[in-house]
């Protein structure tokens, strides 16, 4: 039996990652499309260090729906739009695979769920 090639689940720290079974250069160049379709807009990035530096934008109308969880629901939902992102692309130590990580820039914290609701985003536009 195949392992798959992508799945959500969290670290042992309890943080949320991606788990991308795929070389370095190959999750790279997926990840770009994969947040664009997520509705982030990419303010700069550094391959060698493997970071991304996103903006989250509100989807198009017809992506609302879609993405209308992210903005309504339980109680300490709040709205993403407009909040900055770092994203890290790790190789493990196989380097046949990568984590995908997301935080926030520096001074801030990710609200309760947030780094899991839009790494679920991500990981459902990857490709």
Not at 42 to 49: F, G, I, M, N, P
Not at 81 to 98: A, K, L, R
Request: overall charge negative; hydrophobic content about 40%; aromatic content about 10%.
């Amino acid at each position: 039996c195949a392992l798959p090639i992508l799945t959500l689940e969290k670290d042992d720290a309890g943080q949320p990652i991606i788990n991308l079974r795929l070389p370095f250069y190959r999750a790279w160049a997926a990840l770009g499309p994969a947040l664009r379709k997520s509705s982030f807009e990419v303010e700069d990035l550094d391959r060698s260090a493997g970071r991304y530096f996103v903006r989250f934008v509100e989807p198009g109308e017809q992506e609302q729906g879609w993405f209308g969880w992210l903005f309504t629901g339980d109680d300490d939902s709040t709205d993403l739009t407009g909040n900055s992102y770092e994203i890290m692309v790790v190789s493990t130590e196989d380097t046949e695979s990568v984590t995908i990580t997301i935080s926030a820039p520096p001074g801030y914290e990710l609200a309760k769920g947030e780094a899991e609701k839009l790494l679920a985003v991500i990981k459902g536009n990857l490709s």
